[in-house]
């Protein structure tokens, strides 16, 4: 058997049995156990889940305990060119479909008259005719003969959060917490449960169905490891987007993060997100 094959086949068993062991933690978190036995069963599988964690990635020059990675968007000058979006499903290979990001961009309008902003984005059908192919979106313009009170583009994307509640339900460890803050999922460890897709409260990740894995964005992870910018932020035409090292005062993350007052969405999740905004009001979460 050549080498592709036997670690294909390992791999494939190595998910197999975390499926196996991911279904069987789950069903034991939801029985109250009344015995020192099941207690002790329990503890085991805990102990087997644990050993199968996925290793620190391996990155040659890179010591990611000096690094405190966060990102900025300033909702003023975004103009919803979606260039981001673009980039990063190339840089990242995301499904070339009009319903799987990484990265994506929402508009809201408030017209004359209204107190609450409408809001469309990637999901929204007309949005995708407007783009002309199924592949993509624009942004329809369908306000053009209303009165508008106040508009603006927001970028979303995983927060990477301080606390994330991604890391807390992975049975199989398979999305882990770096030391330089950034959230990844190890897709050899991802058995394709989706308990992280439903716990994030940004609705920041989705289903790959074709790998059986779950994925979102990762900041562009292999890029900054290596000096470079998310590909998000050098495509961005106005600077919308800025990406830095929070270990250092004068970066431009610190910097926007000290001069502007920033806003995270969702606050009261306890998520402790590490994507600052300016520029949006209380109708964005």
């Known amino acids: 058997m050549a080498d592709d094959e036997k670690l294909e086949q390992q791999q494939q068993e190595r998910r197999e049995f975390l499926s196996w062991l991911g279904g069987a933690l789950a069903c034991g978190a939801a029985v109250i156990a009344g015995d ?3 207690l002790q069963a329990v503890a085991a599988g805990e102990q087997i889940a644990a050993a199968q964690m996925p290793p620190s990635p391996a990155i040659p020059g890179y010591d990611w305990s000096k690094h405190r990675w966060a990102f900025g968007v300033d909702a003023t000058k975004c103009i919803g060119c979606l260039r981001c979006v673009e980039a990063c499903k190339k840089e990242n290979n995301v499904a070339p ?8 961009v929402e ?11 409408r809001i469309d984005s990637q999901a929204d059908p007309v949005n995708i005719a407007a783009s002309g192919s199924e592949g993509e979106y ?6 053009k003969d209303a009165k508008v009170a106040k508009a603006f583009f927001v970028p979303k994307l995983c927060n990477h959060c301080t606390n994330p509640a991604c890391v807390q339900v992975c049975p199989t460890g398979a999305t882990y917490k770096t030391d330089d803050g950034v959230v990844l999922i190890d897709h050899t460890y991802c058995i394709g449960c989706q308990y992280c897709v439903q716990a994030c409260p940004y609705g920041a990740r989705f289903f790959n169905a ?6 979102k964005c990762t900041w562009c992870y292999h890029r900054i490891t290596k000096g470079l910018l998310p590909a998000c932020v050098e495509v961005c ?4 987007r800025i990406f830095g090292d929070r270990n250092d005062e004068q970066s431009v993350i610190s910097r926007f993060i ?16 590490n994507v600052f905004y300016i520029g ?3 109708d964005v979460s």
């Open 36 to 38: 020192a036995g099941t």
């Open 97 to 104: 479909d009009a319903h799987h990001f990484r990265t994506w």
């Open 107 to 117: 508009r809201y309008v408030t017209l004359e008259g209204e107190e609450t902003a």
């Open 138 to 143: 624009r942004f329809a313009d369908r306000y």
């Open 210 to 215: 074709e790998k059986n894995v779950s994925d």
């Open 237 to 240: 035409p106005v600077g919308a």
């Open 258 to 273: 000290h001069d502007n007052r920033v806003q995270v969405l969702r606050p009261a999740t306890g998520n402790a997100p």
């Open 280 to 282: 949006i009001d209380e």
